[in-house]
């Protein structure tokens, strides 16, 4: 099956420690996005990478980190600097191109305790 | 901040009833989509109009657009109770980026 996965489908973290969200899809595609959502809100962009070993930050980088080594991943890395971690995450991928229709994994839901 | 902004926050209407989302964006669209959300879950991908399309529908979904007016519709007819989601329009400009408003939740009563 084509598609994009994402583990754990929870996380708890405590507080100072880093914890890495994982994103891996098979669907061929260049582009690659990490979203942060919060209960009742939209999506705000974290980081996104339109090609291998390349990445730009989104609206909320502070805290987050991210590494594109292979085509079919995009693991995001929540550092301890973010101070409110306690979120659900999208990860999502699209062609490079427009119209840049957007799949998305069915998201990791981080706990910090 | 968000460029596309949904309207009603929430939405609640009896099953097989029309349903009337608006999405509301700031500046220049090459193209505008809609999402839908279950709970707990990924954005699934519903439908998409281009900046020179004035209305395109998919099934029960109806989906206009306005660029004069900077704003989008999205009606969904004869709604169902499995309909229940939010629903997020994301606006796509030059660049590389969708942006997505602060979506509708919907709810559709048996």
């Known amino acids: 099956d084509g598609g994009i996965t994402q583990s754990p489908k929870y996380l708890f973290r405590k507080e100072g420690q880093n914890v890495t969200l994982s994103c891996e899809q098979n669907?061929?595609?260049?582009?690659m996005y990490w979203y942060r959502q919060d209960p009742g809100q939209g999506l705000r962009l974290i980081y996104y990478?339109?090609?291998?070993?390349?990445?730009q930050k989104g609206d909320i980088a502070e805290g987050y980190s991210v590494s594109r080594e292979k085509k079919e991943s995009f693991p995001l890395t929540v550092t301890s600097a973010q101070k409110n971690p306690t979120a659900f995450y999208l990860c999502?991928?699209?062609?490079?191109?427009?119209?840049?229709?957007?799949?998305f994994g069915p998201g990791t839901r981080l706990t910090v305790l | 901040s968000q460029q596309g902004e949904e309207d009603p926050q929430a939405l609640s209407i009896q099953e097989g009833e029309n349903a009337t989302m608006n999405c509301s964006y700031k500046?220049?669209?090459?193209?505008l989509q809609w999402y839908r959300q279950n709970s707990g879950r990924g954005l699934v991908h519903l439908i998409l109009?281009?900046?020179?399309?004035r209305e395109k529908h998919s099934g029960r979904l109806r989906v206009t657009l306005d660029t004069s007016k900077k704003s989008s519709s999205l009606l969904i007819t004869a709604s169902r109770a499995a309909d229940t989601a939010s629903y997020f329009c994301?606006?796509?400009?030059?660049?590389?980026?969708?942006?997505f408003g602060e979506g509708t939740q919907l709810t559709v009563n048996p």
């Open positions: 999502a991928s699209s062609i490079p191109l427009a119209p840049r229709t957007q799949y």
């Open positions: 669907l061929n595609h260049d582009a």
């Open positions: 990478s339109q090609i291998v070993n390349d990445f």
């Open positions: 500046t220049s669209i090459n193209n």
């Open positions: 109009i281009r900046s020179n399309e």
């Open positions: 994301a606006t796509v400009a030059s660049g590389s980026r969708l942006t």
